[in-house]
Protein backbone atom coordinates (compact mmCIF):
# COMPACT_ATOMS: atom_id res chain seq x y z
CA UNK A 1 0.00 0.00 0.00
CA UNK A 2 1.35 3.20 -0.82
CA UNK A 3 1.37 6.25 1.76
CA UNK A 4 -1.28 8.20 -0.33
CA UNK A 5 -3.79 5.98 0.43
CA UNK A 6 -6.25 5.23 2.79
CA UNK A 7 -8.18 2.09 3.10
CA UNK A 8 -11.69 1.06 4.90
CA UNK A 9 -12.45 -2.38 5.59
CA UNK A 10 -10.57 -5.62 5.14
CA UNK A 11 -10.02 -6.60 1.42
CA UNK A 12 -7.84 -9.34 -0.46
CA UNK A 13 -4.46 -8.37 -1.73
CA UNK A 14 -5.45 -8.59 -5.44
CA UNK A 15 -8.06 -5.80 -4.49
CA UNK A 16 -5.03 -3.62 -2.38
CA UNK A 17 -2.72 -4.48 -5.43
CA UNK A 18 -5.12 -2.97 -8.19
CA UNK A 19 -5.55 0.44 -5.94
CA UNK A 20 -1.76 0.40 -5.37
CA UNK A 21 -1.10 0.09 -9.42
CA UNK A 22 -4.09 2.81 -9.73
CA UNK A 23 -1.52 5.00 -8.34
CA UNK A 24 1.51 4.73 -9.89
CA UNK A 25 -0.70 5.59 -13.51
CA UNK A 26 -0.73 9.17 -14.50
CA UNK A 27 -0.57 12.16 -12.27
CA UNK A 28 -2.95 10.09 -9.35
CA UNK A 29 -2.51 12.06 -5.88
CA UNK A 30 -4.51 9.87 -3.74
CA UNK A 31 -6.50 7.38 -3.20
CA UNK A 32 -9.50 5.66 -1.05
CA UNK A 33 -10.90 1.92 -1.21
CA UNK A 34 -14.55 1.80 0.49
CA UNK A 35 -15.53 -1.07 2.69
CA UNK A 36 -17.16 -2.34 0.22
CA UNK A 37 -14.89 -2.68 -2.62
CA UNK A 38 -13.29 -5.62 -4.51
CA UNK A 39 -11.66 -6.72 -7.37
CA UNK A 40 -12.92 -5.02 -10.75
CA UNK A 41 -11.59 -4.27 -14.73
CA UNK A 42 -8.54 -2.35 -14.16
CA UNK A 43 -9.74 -0.06 -11.20
CA UNK A 44 -10.91 -1.40 -8.25
CA UNK A 45 -15.01 -1.09 -7.37
CA UNK A 46 -14.90 1.40 -4.42
CA UNK A 47 -12.54 2.72 -5.37
CA UNK A 48 -11.41 6.34 -5.80
CA UNK A 49 -8.63 8.12 -7.13
CA UNK A 50 -7.79 11.80 -7.48
CA UNK A 51 -5.95 13.08 -10.53
CA UNK A 52 -4.35 15.65 -11.56
CA UNK A 53 -4.39 16.12 -14.98
CA UNK A 54 -6.05 12.48 -15.98
CA UNK A 55 -9.36 11.38 -16.05
CA UNK A 56 -9.34 7.00 -15.99
CA UNK A 57 -11.52 5.83 -18.56
CA UNK A 58 -10.84 2.31 -16.83
CA UNK A 59 -11.89 4.17 -13.07
CA UNK A 60 -15.27 5.33 -14.43
CA UNK A 61 -16.02 1.78 -16.10
CA UNK A 62 -17.98 0.49 -18.40
CA UNK A 63 -20.79 1.77 -16.92
CA UNK A 64 -20.71 5.57 -17.17
CA UNK A 65 -23.05 7.26 -14.47
CA UNK A 66 -24.80 4.27 -12.82
CA UNK A 67 -25.97 5.61 -9.96
CA UNK A 68 -29.18 5.40 -7.56
CA UNK A 69 -32.27 7.50 -7.30
CA UNK A 70 -35.06 7.13 -4.58
CA UNK A 71 -37.87 9.17 -3.68
CA UNK A 72 -40.13 8.98 -0.84
CA UNK A 73 -43.97 9.16 -1.42
CA UNK A 74 -46.73 10.42 0.69
CA UNK A 75 -48.35 6.62 0.47
CA UNK A 76 -47.84 4.40 3.48
CA UNK A 77 -46.90 0.67 3.60
CA UNK A 78 -50.19 -0.38 4.79
CA UNK A 79 -52.30 1.13 2.05
CA UNK A 80 -50.17 -0.95 -0.71
CA UNK A 81 -49.11 -3.88 1.12
CA UNK A 82 -51.84 -6.17 -0.27
CA UNK A 83 -50.85 -4.93 -3.64
CA UNK A 84 -47.68 -5.50 -3.83
CA UNK A 85 -47.62 -8.08 -6.13
CA UNK A 86 -50.29 -6.76 -8.60
CA UNK A 87 -47.73 -3.40 -8.69
CA UNK A 88 -44.85 -5.64 -9.44
CA UNK A 89 -46.51 -7.37 -12.40
CA UNK A 90 -47.32 -3.77 -13.54
CA UNK A 91 -43.90 -2.55 -12.94
CA UNK A 92 -43.01 -5.97 -15.41
CA UNK A 93 -45.51 -4.14 -17.68
CA UNK A 94 -44.10 -0.64 -18.06
CA UNK A 95 -40.58 -0.84 -17.74
CA UNK A 96 -38.12 -2.88 -19.53
CA UNK A 97 -35.46 -5.02 -18.07
CA UNK A 98 -32.40 -6.96 -19.85
CA UNK A 99 -30.21 -7.69 -22.54
CA UNK A 100 -30.89 -4.94 -25.45
CA UNK A 101 -34.17 -4.04 -24.35
CA UNK A 102 -36.09 -1.25 -25.98
CA UNK A 103 -38.40 1.21 -24.41
CA UNK A 104 -42.12 0.30 -25.30
CA UNK A 105 -42.74 4.24 -25.44
CA UNK A 106 -40.40 7.10 -26.91
CA UNK A 107 -38.94 9.32 -24.18
CA UNK A 108 -37.94 12.21 -25.27
CA UNK A 109 -36.04 14.75 -23.83
CA UNK A 110 -33.85 18.11 -23.99
CA UNK A 111 -30.57 16.15 -23.74
CA UNK A 112 -30.64 14.50 -27.04
CA UNK A 113 -29.99 18.45 -28.58
CA UNK A 114 -26.78 18.70 -26.43
CA UNK A 115 -24.11 19.58 -28.15
CA UNK A 116 -22.37 17.32 -25.91
CA UNK A 117 -23.52 14.21 -29.01
CA UNK A 118 -20.93 15.97 -31.47
CA UNK A 119 -18.14 17.13 -28.72
CA UNK A 120 -17.79 13.30 -27.46
CA UNK A 121 -17.94 12.20 -31.22
CA UNK A 122 -21.16 10.11 -30.44
CA UNK A 123 -23.86 11.11 -32.32
CA UNK A 124 -24.37 8.17 -34.52
CA UNK A 125 -25.71 6.83 -30.92
CA UNK A 126 -28.28 8.71 -30.87
CA UNK A 127 -30.88 6.50 -31.82
CA UNK A 128 -29.41 3.60 -30.10
CA UNK A 129 -29.61 5.80 -26.57
CA UNK A 130 -33.20 7.10 -27.58
CA UNK A 131 -34.61 3.65 -27.60
CA UNK A 132 -33.03 2.86 -24.10
CA UNK A 133 -33.76 5.30 -22.36
CA UNK A 134 -35.69 4.33 -19.31
CA UNK A 135 -34.41 0.78 -19.62
CA UNK A 136 -32.72 -0.61 -16.67
CA UNK A 137 -30.63 -3.79 -17.71
CA UNK A 138 -29.87 -6.79 -15.90
CA UNK A 139 -27.32 -7.93 -13.25
CA UNK A 140 -27.57 -5.72 -9.94
CA UNK A 141 -29.86 -3.26 -11.59
CA UNK A 142 -33.16 -2.73 -9.23
CA UNK A 143 -36.31 -1.11 -9.21
CA UNK A 144 -37.00 -1.62 -5.68
CA UNK A 145 -40.14 -0.84 -3.24
CA UNK A 146 -39.37 0.16 0.30
CA UNK A 147 -40.85 1.05 3.37
CA UNK A 148 -39.11 3.95 6.14
CA UNK A 149 -39.36 3.60 9.83
CA UNK A 150 -42.17 5.89 9.52
CA UNK A 151 -44.17 3.80 7.07
CA UNK A 152 -44.17 5.63 4.39
CA UNK A 153 -43.22 4.15 0.77
CA UNK A 154 -39.72 4.80 -0.80
CA UNK A 155 -39.08 3.87 -4.72
CA UNK A 156 -35.72 2.98 -5.03
CA UNK A 157 -33.97 2.34 -8.58
CA UNK A 158 -30.08 1.32 -9.36
CA UNK A 159 -28.76 1.78 -13.17
CA UNK A 160 -27.22 3.88 -15.24
CA UNK A 161 -26.20 4.57 -18.72
CA UNK A 162 -27.10 1.91 -20.55
CA UNK A 163 -25.30 1.23 -24.22
CA UNK A 164 -24.40 4.90 -24.95
CA UNK A 165 -22.58 4.81 -21.63
CA UNK A 166 -20.72 0.89 -23.05
CA UNK A 167 -19.64 1.99 -26.68
CA UNK A 168 -18.71 5.77 -25.33
CA UNK A 169 -15.84 3.46 -22.79
CA UNK A 170 -15.45 1.08 -25.85
CA UNK A 171 -14.55 3.87 -28.18
CA UNK A 172 -12.34 5.84 -25.97
CA UNK A 173 -10.73 2.58 -24.73
CA UNK A 174 -9.87 1.65 -28.36
CA UNK A 175 -8.64 4.70 -29.11
CA UNK A 176 -6.28 5.15 -25.74
CA UNK A 177 -5.12 1.31 -26.76
CA UNK A 178 -6.49 0.06 -23.35
CA UNK A 179 -5.05 -3.10 -22.33
CA UNK A 180 -7.76 -5.90 -21.38
CA UNK A 181 -8.15 -8.03 -18.42
CA UNK A 182 -8.51 -7.17 -14.96
CA UNK A 183 -5.00 -7.09 -13.41
CA UNK A 184 -3.30 -4.54 -16.21
CA UNK A 185 -2.71 -0.65 -15.52
CA UNK A 186 -5.63 1.74 -15.88
CA UNK A 187 -6.31 3.60 -18.82
CA UNK A 188 -5.69 7.28 -18.77
CA UNK A 189 -6.63 10.41 -20.88
CA UNK A 190 -5.42 13.72 -20.05
CA UNK A 191 -7.42 16.51 -19.62
CA UNK A 192 -6.01 18.83 -22.57
CA UNK A 193 -5.89 16.06 -25.22
CA UNK A 194 -8.19 16.06 -27.67
CA UNK A 195 -9.08 12.34 -26.24
CA UNK A 196 -9.18 13.76 -23.10
CA UNK A 197 -11.70 15.98 -24.28
CA UNK A 198 -13.85 13.98 -26.19
CA UNK A 199 -13.78 11.39 -23.19
CA UNK A 200 -15.05 13.86 -20.50
CA UNK A 201 -17.64 15.35 -23.21
CA UNK A 202 -18.87 11.21 -23.55
CA UNK A 203 -18.81 11.40 -19.30
CA UNK A 204 -20.89 14.61 -19.14
CA UNK A 205 -23.49 12.96 -21.87
CA UNK A 206 -23.65 10.01 -20.16
CA UNK A 207 -24.52 11.16 -16.77
CA UNK A 208 -27.40 13.27 -18.28
CA UNK A 209 -28.40 10.54 -19.95
CA UNK A 210 -28.48 8.16 -16.51
CA UNK A 211 -30.20 10.76 -14.62
CA UNK A 212 -32.77 11.17 -17.33
CA UNK A 213 -33.65 6.94 -17.32
CA UNK A 214 -33.45 6.72 -13.16
CA UNK A 215 -35.66 9.85 -13.49
CA UNK A 216 -38.61 8.59 -15.98
CA UNK A 217 -38.43 5.26 -14.81
CA UNK A 218 -39.60 6.86 -10.76
CA UNK A 219 -42.44 8.68 -12.56
CA UNK A 220 -43.27 5.54 -14.03
CA UNK A 221 -43.60 3.41 -10.86
CA UNK A 222 -44.75 6.30 -8.90
CA UNK A 223 -48.34 6.73 -11.21
CA UNK A 224 -48.70 2.68 -10.92
CA UNK A 225 -48.28 3.38 -6.64
CA UNK A 226 -49.95 6.44 -6.79
CA UNK A 227 -49.05 9.14 -4.09
CA UNK A 228 -47.02 12.14 -4.42
CA UNK A 229 -42.98 12.15 -3.83
CA UNK A 230 -42.43 14.17 -0.48
CA UNK A 231 -38.22 13.53 -0.87
CA UNK A 232 -35.53 13.37 -3.49
CA UNK A 233 -32.19 11.71 -3.76
CA UNK A 234 -30.28 11.00 -6.57
CA UNK A 235 -26.28 10.53 -7.30
CA UNK A 236 -23.82 8.59 -9.59
CA UNK A 237 -21.14 6.25 -8.31
CA UNK A 238 -19.34 5.52 -11.35
CA UNK A 239 -18.42 8.88 -12.34
CA UNK A 240 -15.44 11.36 -12.37
CA UNK A 241 -16.22 15.43 -10.73
CA UNK A 242 -13.36 18.17 -10.69
CA UNK A 243 -13.84 18.76 -7.12
CA UNK A 244 -10.94 20.47 -4.55
CA UNK A 245 -9.40 19.30 -1.77
CA UNK A 246 -6.96 20.36 0.44
CA UNK A 247 -6.83 23.58 -1.86
CA UNK A 248 -5.81 22.16 -5.00
CA UNK A 249 -8.12 21.13 -7.94
CA UNK A 250 -8.44 17.63 -8.60
CA UNK A 251 -10.29 14.74 -11.22
CA UNK A 252 -12.16 12.53 -8.77
CA UNK A 253 -12.79 9.42 -10.14
CA UNK A 254 -15.37 6.89 -8.38
CA UNK A 255 -15.95 4.05 -9.28
CA UNK A 256 -18.69 2.05 -7.16
CA UNK A 257 -18.44 5.29 -5.16
CA UNK A 258 -20.50 7.26 -3.20
CA UNK A 259 -19.55 10.95 -3.10
CA UNK A 260 -20.44 12.30 0.22
CA UNK A 261 -19.49 15.80 1.24
CA UNK A 262 -20.52 17.57 4.10
CA UNK A 263 -24.86 17.31 4.37
CA UNK A 264 -24.55 15.90 0.72
CA UNK A 265 -27.23 13.12 0.66
CA UNK A 266 -26.82 9.43 -0.77
CA UNK A 267 -29.03 6.43 -1.46
CA UNK A 268 -27.23 3.07 -0.56
CA UNK A 269 -28.63 -0.22 -1.28
CA UNK A 270 -28.06 -3.69 -0.05
CA UNK A 271 -28.95 -6.48 -1.61
CA UNK A 272 -32.35 -7.87 -3.50
CA UNK A 273 -32.61 -9.28 0.77
CA UNK A 274 -31.44 -6.59 2.88
CA UNK A 275 -32.47 -3.05 4.00
CA UNK A 276 -30.91 0.43 2.12
CA UNK A 277 -29.84 3.50 3.90
CA UNK A 278 -30.16 7.46 2.78
CA UNK A 279 -27.33 8.53 4.01
CA UNK A 280 -25.48 12.12 3.59
CA UNK A 281 -21.60 12.76 4.65
CA UNK A 282 -20.02 14.14 7.83
CA UNK A 283 -17.14 16.85 7.76
CA UNK A 284 -14.18 15.82 9.51
CA UNK A 285 -10.40 14.50 9.07
CA UNK A 286 -11.42 11.09 8.11
CA UNK A 287 -14.25 12.59 6.10
CA UNK A 288 -11.69 14.79 4.02
CA UNK A 289 -8.97 11.42 4.15
CA UNK A 290 -11.68 10.05 2.31
CA UNK A 291 -11.91 12.32 -0.75
CA UNK A 292 -15.68 12.52 1.19
CA UNK A 293 -16.85 9.30 -0.86
CA UNK A 294 -18.42 6.24 0.86
CA UNK A 295 -19.46 3.27 -0.15
CA UNK A 296 -22.37 2.19 -3.19
CA UNK A 297 -23.32 -0.85 -1.51
CA UNK A 298 -22.60 -3.96 0.56
CA UNK A 299 -19.80 -5.20 -1.89
CA UNK A 300 -19.79 -8.55 -3.63
CA UNK A 301 -18.36 -11.57 -1.64
CA UNK A 302 -18.46 -13.76 -4.69
CA UNK A 303 -18.20 -13.18 -8.42
CA UNK A 304 -20.68 -13.74 -10.88
CA UNK A 305 -19.71 -17.12 -12.57
CA UNK A 306 -18.46 -18.17 -9.17
CA UNK A 307 -22.01 -17.38 -7.60
CA UNK A 308 -23.85 -19.01 -10.32
CA UNK A 309 -21.90 -21.77 -10.94
CA UNK A 310 -21.09 -24.07 -14.52
CA UNK A 311 -22.58 -26.70 -16.13
CA UNK A 312 -21.50 -28.47 -18.89
CA UNK A 313 -23.20 -29.03 -22.49
CA UNK A 314 -25.11 -31.97 -21.28
CA UNK A 315 -26.77 -29.90 -17.92
CA UNK A 316 -24.34 -31.29 -15.68
CA UNK A 317 -23.01 -29.66 -12.96
CA UNK A 318 -19.45 -29.08 -13.37
CA UNK A 319 -19.34 -26.52 -10.29
CA UNK A 320 -21.89 -26.18 -7.99
CA UNK A 321 -23.80 -22.87 -7.49
CA UNK A 322 -22.56 -21.31 -4.47
CA UNK A 323 -26.12 -20.87 -2.97
CA UNK A 324 -29.45 -22.28 -4.80
CA UNK A 325 -32.58 -20.61 -5.97
CA UNK A 326 -34.53 -22.67 -3.10
CA UNK A 327 -32.29 -21.49 -0.33
CA UNK A 328 -32.33 -17.56 -2.33
CA UNK A 329 -35.88 -17.62 -1.97
CA UNK A 330 -36.42 -19.00 1.64
CA UNK A 331 -34.29 -15.72 2.91
CA UNK A 332 -36.80 -13.08 0.41
CA UNK A 333 -39.37 -15.30 2.56
CA UNK A 334 -38.40 -14.94 5.96
CA UNK A 335 -37.77 -10.77 4.97
CA UNK A 336 -41.34 -11.08 3.27
CA UNK A 337 -39.93 -9.93 0.34
CA UNK A 338 -41.56 -10.50 -3.25
CA UNK A 339 -39.13 -10.72 -6.41
CA UNK A 340 -39.79 -10.71 -9.90
CA UNK A 341 -36.68 -11.73 -12.05
CA UNK A 342 -33.44 -12.13 -10.46
CA UNK A 343 -31.35 -15.42 -10.14
CA UNK A 344 -28.64 -16.57 -7.69
CA UNK A 345 -25.42 -14.52 -8.71
CA UNK A 346 -27.75 -11.72 -7.15
CA UNK A 347 -28.32 -13.34 -4.17
CA UNK A 348 -28.13 -11.99 -0.57
CA UNK A 349 -26.01 -14.40 0.40
CA UNK A 350 -23.37 -13.18 -2.60
CA UNK A 351 -23.22 -9.91 -0.35
CA UNK A 352 -21.42 -8.26 2.46
CA UNK A 353 -23.85 -7.11 5.66
CA UNK A 354 -24.72 -3.29 4.72
CA UNK A 355 -24.22 -2.43 8.45
CA UNK A 356 -20.78 -4.17 8.24
CA UNK A 357 -19.33 -1.72 5.78
CA UNK A 358 -21.00 1.46 6.90
CA UNK A 359 -20.00 0.46 10.20
CA UNK A 360 -16.07 0.92 8.82
CA UNK A 361 -17.28 4.46 7.78
CA UNK A 362 -18.65 5.55 11.00
CA UNK A 363 -18.06 9.28 11.99
CA UNK A 364 -17.51 10.14 8.07
CA UNK A 365 -21.60 9.72 7.25
CA UNK A 366 -24.77 9.91 9.30
CA UNK A 367 -27.63 7.34 8.38
CA UNK A 368 -31.01 9.29 7.72
CA UNK A 369 -33.20 6.39 7.31
CA UNK A 370 -33.20 2.96 7.00
CA UNK A 371 -35.52 1.06 4.01
CA UNK A 372 -36.85 -2.27 4.21
CA UNK A 373 -37.61 -3.58 0.84
CA UNK A 374 -40.74 -5.13 0.56
CA UNK A 375 -40.82 -5.51 -3.59
CA UNK A 376 -37.66 -6.22 -5.72
CA UNK A 377 -37.78 -6.06 -9.74
CA UNK A 378 -34.49 -7.03 -11.80
CA UNK A 379 -34.30 -8.65 -14.40
CA UNK A 380 -34.84 -12.97 -14.44
CA UNK A 381 -32.61 -15.34 -15.47
CA UNK A 382 -31.91 -15.40 -19.16
CA UNK A 383 -32.05 -11.82 -19.21
CA UNK A 384 -28.65 -10.77 -20.32
CA UNK A 385 -27.19 -7.07 -20.11
CA UNK A 386 -23.96 -6.37 -21.79
CA UNK A 387 -24.16 -3.13 -20.70
CA UNK A 388 -24.01 -3.38 -16.48
CA UNK A 389 -20.46 -2.69 -15.15
Not at 179 to 195: I, R, T, Y
Not at 204 to 221: H, I, N, S, T
Not at 309 to 336: C, H, I, Q, S, Y
Amino acid sequence: MTAKTRIFGEHDEKTIRQLDRCMEVGSAAKGVLCADGHLGYAHPIGGVIAYEEHVSISGVGFDIACGNMAVRLDTRYEEVAAQAGRILSDIGRAISFGIGQKNAVTVDHELFESPLWEEAGVRDLKKLASGQLGTVGSGNHYVDLFEDEEGYVWIGVHFGSRGLGHKITTKHLALVGAKDGMEVDPALVHQDSDLGRSYIAGVKLGGLYAYAGREWVVERVRRIIGGRVTDTVHNHHNFVWRESHGGREYWVVRKGATPAFPRQRGFVGGSMGDNAVILHGIEGPESADSLYSTVHGAGRLFGRMDAKGKKNKAGEWVRPPRFTRDEMDAWLREKGILLRGGDVDESPMVYRRLDDVLAYHKGTIGIEHTLRPFAVAMAGPGEFDPYKD
